[in-house]
């Protein structure tokens, strides 16, 4: 049985003050429970947040430009995991992304092994980058199942410092299969496809785009990674190889050359008035 008081009619002549329905909360102090055992000091140390960026404990090698460094996990291009370049043009800004990592491979005496271009390796251009032809590996795979088995059996291997293939077809399961041999890799692993796979799932712990700008420029954004999400373009200056010491300072900025070029045959602009002058002078 239920009994229920009404305070207000009992016949007490101090009644008590009426509480609020629902009381606020108060927090109750950060302490952690002795219920629940400390986690030892090396599983702590392992264990990653996903609001901070992985790091991993395979060693990195430096993108080549500081800013890039800093929204990658352990401050470069990770060994042992696979990373993926998405670009919209094949062959045409990988290489110029790239090579400041795979000169620093080079300089260690390490092997780049290219799978599978779309488009011939430019060798003055390379040359131009500080990669040596006698540490450049080529090989011309054409069938996408020629590509796949060929970066698979170089990953196993492990006989490469650094190894770019282009798999523009790839499937999620082989991504998956490259991504658990590369584990046990010590090189880079690079794997260029298009921008249209960015819509695709893929076991690759790393996953960035790249384009370019009108000021030789490339943006990078990095939509995959071991930490919280990038959000906007990283703009890394770069010029492509050779052209830097043959560039005029206005060539170096054609961004400023089309907004001018723009502009001129705006109506209400001196140049378009100008011509019009000019025009009914003629008549």
Known sequence: MQTTFNWLDAPS??????????PPAIAAPDVPDPAVPALPPAVEAAVWRAN????GKRSVVSSGWASLDAELPGGGWPRGAVTEVLATQPSVLEW??????????????????VIGPARHPHLPGLL???????????IRAEAP?????VTEQLIRSNAAGAIIAWLPQARQEQLRRLQVGAL?????????????????????????HASVGLDWELKVNVFKRRGPVHEGE?????????????LTPRLRKPSRLISRG?????????????????HAAIQ
């Open 13 to 22: 002549q101090r009644q008590p003050s009426v509480l609020p329905r629902n």
């Open 52 to 55: 901070e960026l992985g790091q």
């Open 96 to 113: 110029r992304l790239l090579s400041p990592a795979l000169r620093q491979v080079v300089g260690a005496g390490g092997q780049v092994v």
């Open 128 to 138: 131009h980058e500080g990669l040596d032809e006698r540490q450049l590996v080529w």
């Open 145 to 149: 199942s020629e590509r796949m088995w």
């Open 184 to 208: 046990a890799c010590d090189g880079l692993v690079f794997l260029c496809r298009p921008t249209a796979a960015r819509h695709e799932a893929s076991a690759s712990p790393l996953r960035v």
């Open 234 to 246: 990283l703009i890394l200056p770069s010029v492509p190889g050779g052209l830097s010491a043959i």
């Open 262 to 278: 723009a502009t001129a045959d705006v109506v209400g602009s001196p140049s378009s008035f100008a011509a019009s002058r000019r």
